[in-house]
C-alpha cells in the first residue's frame, strides 16, 4: 500500500487500536474462517505507542500488573470468542473468587447473593447482610406486602437510580445500586439510562406486583434462555451460563491489543501505531475518503471510528456538524488506579470475596481527613486472580475518582498513595505501609450514559449511515465493557462490509 499517491487504495481504515478497532480489523480480515479472496485490505491506524487503549499494563515488581482493566464478563461470549479465535483460548484464566462487600455504617458487609447487578430480588437475604439496616430493611419489605405502582406509564427511558428508589426505597440506591451499577461505569445512577445499562428494568417496573419477584422471574428467564438481553451493559447477545463470571489472561489483559495485532499482522493488516487521525476529506472522485494522519495520507473506500466521543466528533465535523455536537455531548469520567503490594502479614484475614465497594455517601472519619472517602472500590487483587499470587504478599488495586470526583486529578502520585494508603487503612484494617505502590491515570475513562443516551446513540449511527462507508465502534455507544466493545467493533465491520459505498450525502 502506498500513501499519499493515490497509487493504491486500501479498502478500509480502522482509526484507534484499542478493543474495538483491532475486533472490527479481526472481523475485516475474516473473522474466525480467516482471509479469504473476498477480504478487503485493512489499515490500522493507531494514535498511541501501543495497541490495547485501555488495555495496558505496567511493570510492577517482578511481572507488570493491569493498570486498566483486569478481566471481563464470562457470561458474554464476544470477548472470549474473540480471544480463542486468535489462538489465545488456551492463555484464558477464570476468577478465582467470588462476592464482594461493601462499606456501611464503619464496617464491611457481604453483599447478599440474591442481586441483580446490585437490585435486590429475594427480601429475607438482604435482610440478614445488614447493608440496609432496619429502616432500609422495613422499606424494602414494602415490596412483598405493599408493592408500589408505576404511575408514570411505559417510557423509553428513566434513570436507574429514582426507578429503584420508587420501587424498593432510597437505601437500596444508596448502599447496593449505585456502588455496583455507578461503580462499573464511574458515575452516578441518579440520572443513568436504564434502557442503556439495564433495559429489563424498565420492563419489569411495569409488571403488576412486587418489583423483587418480578426481577426475580425475568432474570431467571433470560438465564435459562441464555441472553444477555435487558442486562448491565445492554446488548443482547447469547450467554454461556457455564463460564466463570470473569476471565483474564495467564499474560495479563494489557497483553491482547499487541497479542491482536501480532494476529491480524500475520493475516496481511497493516498496522500503524503512533500514526494520529488529524482530518476526515471525501475522495475527489466523490466514492471514498481520504484520512490525513501524522504519517501521511491515506486513502479508504470505507473507514471506522473506532475513537473516544471527542475524536469522532473532530473528525465528522466538517461532515455533518449535528454529528459532532451529539458526539461532544457524551461526557467522561475520570478514574485513577492505584495498585499497592503489601506483606502478607499486614493484611488481616477475614477478606470476603474479590473486593470491597465504597458508596459516595460514606465519609471518612474526622482523624484522617473528613468529606467523602477517595477510594471508590478495592479489588483484592492477588485473590481475584491466583496467577497473580507472590510469597508473602497480598496484591490490592484501590480505584479513585467517578464523575464529578475529580480529587484524585488534581493531587500528586506521592499525595495520592499517601490518601489512599489511610483510607485502606480504615477499610481493610491495614497494618503498616505497602512494599510497592503503582498510580495509573486515566483522566477520559468511561463515558456517562445519561437518560436518552440511545437516542443520541441511534441519532449518531442514523447519520453516519447517511455519510456512507463510515461507521461508529467503541465504548461511547452500546456498552462499556470489553464483550460490549468486540460485539461493537464486529458490527461497525459487518455493517461497512455490508453497507453501500460511500458518496455524497443522500446518495
Given at each position: 500500500m502506498s500513501e499519499g499517491n493515490g497509487t493504491?487504495?486500501?479498502?478500509?481504515?480502522?482509526?484507534?487500536?484499542?478493543?474495538?478497532?483491532?475486533?472490527?480489523?479481526?472481523?475485516?480480515?475474516?473473522?474466525?474462517?480467516?482471509?479469504?479472496r473476498s477480504t478487503p485490505g485493512v489499515v490500522v491506524v493507531e494514535a498511541g505507542d501501543r495497541l490495547g487503549g485501555k488495555l495496558r499494563a505496567e511493570p510492577f515488581g517482578p511481572e507488570p500488573v493491569d493498570v486498566g482493566p483486569d478481566g471481563f464478563l464470562g457470561r458474554r461470549p464476544e470477548a472470549a470468542a474473540l480471544c480463542r479465535e486468535a489462538g489465545l483460548g488456551d492463555d484464558l484464566v477464570p476468577v478465582g473468587a467470588s462476592g464482594a462487600a461493601v462499606w456501611v455504617g464503619g464496617h464491611r458487609r457481604t453483599l447478599p447473593a440474591s442481586l441483580a447487578i446490585g437490585v435486590p430480588t429475594r427480601f429475607l437475604p438482604t435482610a440478614r447482610s445488614r447493608v440496609?439496616?432496619?429502616r432500609g430493611s422495613l422499606r424494602?419489605?414494602?415490596?412483598?406486602l405493599l408493592?408500589?405502582?408505576?404511575?408514570?406509564?411505559?417510557?423509553?427511558?428513566?434513570?436507574?437510580?429514582?426507578?429503584?428508589?420508587?420501587?424498593?426505597?432510597?437505601?437500596?440506591?444508596?448502599?447496593?445500586?449505585?456502588?455496583?451499577?455507578?461503580?462499573?461505569?464511574?458515575?452516578?445512577?441518579?440520572?443513568?439510562?436504564?434502557a442503556a445499562v439495564y433495559p429489563l428494568l424498565l420492563a419489569v417496573a411495569q409488571h403488576r406486583g412486587g418489583f423483587m419477584r418480578s426481577l426475580r422471574r425475568a432474570t431467571a428467564v433470560a438465564k435459562a434462555t441464555g441472553t444477555t438481553a435487558g442486562t448491565p451493559e445492554g446488548v443482547a447477545g447469547v450467554?454461556?451460563?457455564?463460564?466463570?463470571?470473569?476471565?483474564?489472561l495467564a499474560g495479563g489483559l494489557g497483553s491482547l491489543g499487541d497479542r491482536l495485532g501480532a494476529a491480524l499482522s500475520a493475516r496481511g493488516?497493516?498496522?500503524?501505531?503512533?500514526?494520529?487521525?488529524?482530518?476526515l476529506s471525501r475522495h475527489p472522485d466523490g466514492t471514498?475518503?481520504?484520512?490525513?494522519?501524522?504519517?501521511?495520507?491515506?486513502q479508504a473506500d470505507k473507514v471506522i471510528l473506532a475513537v473516544p466521543a471527542g475524536p469522532a466528533a473532530d473528525l465528522l465535523a466538517p461532515h455533518d456538524a449535528e454529528t459532532a455536537v451529539l458526539l461532544q455531548g457524551i461526557e467522561y469520567a475520570p478514574v485513577t488506579t492505584i495498585t499497592l503490594a503489601y506483606p502478607e502479614s499486614a493484611v488481616p484475614s477475614g477478606l470476603v470475596g474479590t473486593g470491597l465497594l465504597v458508596p459516595r455517601t460514606a465519609r471518612v472519619p474526622r482523624e484522617l481527613g473528613g468529606g467523602p472517602f477517595l477510594v471508590t472500590a478495592c479489588t483484592y487483587l492477588s485473590v481475584k486472580w491466583p496467577h497473580l499470587a507472590r510469597s508473602g504478599e497480598v496484591l490490592l488495586r484501590a480505584s479513585a475518582g467517578r464523575f464529578g470526583d475529580e480529587r484524585a486529578v488534581g493531587m500528586s502520585d506521592d499525595e495520592l498513595v499517601d490518601r489512599v494508603q489511610a483510607e485502606?487503612?480504615?477499610?481493610?484494617?491495614?497494618?503498616?505501609?505497602?512494599?510497592?505502590?503503582?498510580?495509573?491515570?486515566?483522566?477520559?475513562?468511561?463515558?456517562?450514559y445519561r437518560v436518552h443516551h440511545l437516542l443520541r446513540v441511534t441519532g449518531i449511527e442514523a447519520a453516519v449511515r447517511r455519510l456512507g462507508g463510515l461507521a461508529v465502534a467503541g465504548a461511547a455507544y452500546r456498552g462499556v465493557g470489553i464483550p460490549a466493545c468486540v460485539a461493537s467493533g464486529r458490527a461497525a465491520a459487518r455493517e461497512v462490509l455490508d453497507g453501500p459505498e460511500s458518496g455524497a450525502p443522500g446518495h
Open positions: 493504491s487504495r486500501p479498502a478500509v481504515v480502522v482509526v484507534g487500536g484499542g478493543i474495538a478497532g483491532l475486533a472490527a480489523a479481526w472481523e475485516l480480515s475474516g473473522g474466525a474462517p480467516g482471509p479469504d440496609l439496616g432496619t424494602l419489605a414494602l415490596d412483598l408493592p408500589r405502582r408505576d404511575m408514570r406509564g411505559p417510557l423509553g427511558d428513566r434513570a436507574v437510580g429514582p426507578l429503584v428508589g420508587h420501587k424498593l426505597g432510597a437505601r437500596v440506591v444508596e448502599r447496593l445500586v449505585d456502588p455496583l451499577i455507578g461503580g462499573i461505569y464511574a458515575g452516578g445512577v441518579d440520572d443513568m439510562s436504564a450467554a454461556d451460563t457455564e463460564q466463570p463470571a470473569f476471565w483474564s493488516v497493516t498496522v500503524q501505531v503512533g500514526s494520529r487521525a488529524e482530518r471514498g475518503w481520504i484520512l490525513d494522519t501524522s504519517h501521511g495520507l491515506l485502606l487503612g480504615l477499610l481493610l484494617g491495614l497494618e503498616g505501609a505497602a512494599i510497592t505502590t503503582l498510580v495509573a491515570r486515566d483522566v477520559q475513562a468511561l463515558p456517562q
